[in-house]
């Protein structure tokens, strides 16, 4: 399957990392803790419900994001700051 130019130019080698860029890109302005991104990112594999399956996929999805993320720290395209001990992200400015 053949993947977009800009894909290849920014090295993307999956969705979850795609999905990720175009929430941070269309809130430019905003800084989001992991567990933001993922519930956002991930809906549709969160159960609806307020429950604690929900908290527990949340957590899951939250980890796999962790490594998403800092690959795309790594590839300049996302900024990272450590604040109180929290880890938020952004879209990278130039």
């Not at 991104?37 to 939250?62: F, Q, Y």
């Amino acid at each position: 399957m053949p993947i977009s130019r800009e894909q290849f130019e920014q090295g993307l080698d999956n969705t979850a990392q795609q999905r990720i860029l175009k929430f941070l890109a269309a809130h430019p302005d905003n800084a989001y803790e992991p567990s933001e991104i993922a519930e956002v990112t991930h809906e549709e594999k969160l159960p609806s419900e307020d429950s604690l399956w929900r908290g527990i996929a949340l957590l899951s999805l939250t980890w796999q994001n962790h490594g998403i993320l800092e690959e795309l720290v790594k590839k300049g395209l996302v900024d990272k700051k450590i604040i109180k001990g929290v880890s938020w992200y952004c879209i990278h400015k130039d």
